[in-house]
T-cell receptor, first 116, second 114 residues
Framework: SAVISQKPSRDICQRGTSLTIQCQVD?????MFWYRQQPGQSLTLIAT?????????ESGFVIDKFPISRPNLTFSTLTVSNMSPEDSSIYLC?????????????FGSGTRLTVV | GDSVTQMEGPVTLSEEAFLTINCTYT??????LFWYVQYPGEGLQLLLK?????DKGSNKGFEATYRKETTSFHLEKGSVQVSDSAVYFC?????????????FGQGTILTVHP
């Protein structure tokens, strides 16, 4: 299955600033997914990123707040913009493992963001 | 809309006890179903999956059977270990216009005592 390198693993940021999270995959994938896991909560999909097209955002998430880049088939970034304490969460990227779901979905190790 | 409901937690068991974590879903179409595990301080790992009705997924002593008639995918283990302490997430994946996205349940915290 795919291996994902996600960074940074954690950060503490001042409110009003922005943080860019990177995900690097060791194989080419069509779709990459970005999730948010708020403290003590489940995972919520933020957006789906396809190479060469605009990301598709889920209800409640907007591009101005969470701009996404997908410059090639192995890399994507998620930016959390103009942060507030409510953005404190774990952010995870994910890709489909391949072989018609034989490997399920692979997740990055996550970025634990604290906004102060 | 599509959703996944897991049993309320946290669940606390003694080592070697039997584990069941209930998961039911609501979905249009025929989803694939997954159980993911998140160990303390780590990311999500796929535990097991089933892609069609009556399939049984199994891994590390855990099992779950895709029951279309009851729209359920309950996770079971016959004898839990302290190392099984983690958060367990049930999830579904649809095809069609929702292709690829996972919908997660709220997670169930499992604590196993020696």
């Amino acid at each position: 299955s795919a291996v994902i390198s996600q960074k940074p693993s954690r950060d503490i940021c001042q409110r009003g600033t922005s943080l860019t999270i990177q995900c690097q995959v060791d194989s080419q994938v069509t779709m990459m997914f970005w999730y948010r896991q708020q403290p003590g909560q489940s995972l919520t999909l933020i957006a789906t990123a396809n190479q060469g097209s605009e990301a598709t955002y889920e209800s409640g998430f907007v591009i101005d707040k969470f701009p996404i880049s997908r410059p090639n088939l192995t890399f994507s970034t998620l930016t959390v913009s103009n942060m507030s304490p409510e953005d404190s969460s774990i952010y995870l990227c994910s890709v489909e493992g391949g072989l018609s779901l034989n490997y399920g979905y692979t997740f990055g190790s996550g970025t634990r963001l604290t906004v102060v | 809309g599509d959703s996944v409901t897991q049993m309320e937690g946290p669940v606390t068991l003694s080592e070697e006890a039997f584990l069941t974590i209930n998961c039911t879903y609501t979905a249009t179409g025929y989803p694939s179903l997954f159980w993911y595990v998140q160990y303390p301080g780590e990311g999500l790992q796929l535990l097991l999956k089933a892609t069609k009705a009556d399939d049984k997924g199994s891994n590390k002593g855990f099992e779950a059977t895709y029951r279309k008639e009851t729209t359920s995918f309950h996770l079971e283990k016959g004898s839990v270990q302290v190392s099984d302490s983690a958060v367990y997430f049930c999830a579904l994946r649809l095809g069609g216009t929702s292709y690829g996205k996972l919908t997660f349940g709220q997670g169930t915290i499992l604590t196993v005592h020696p």
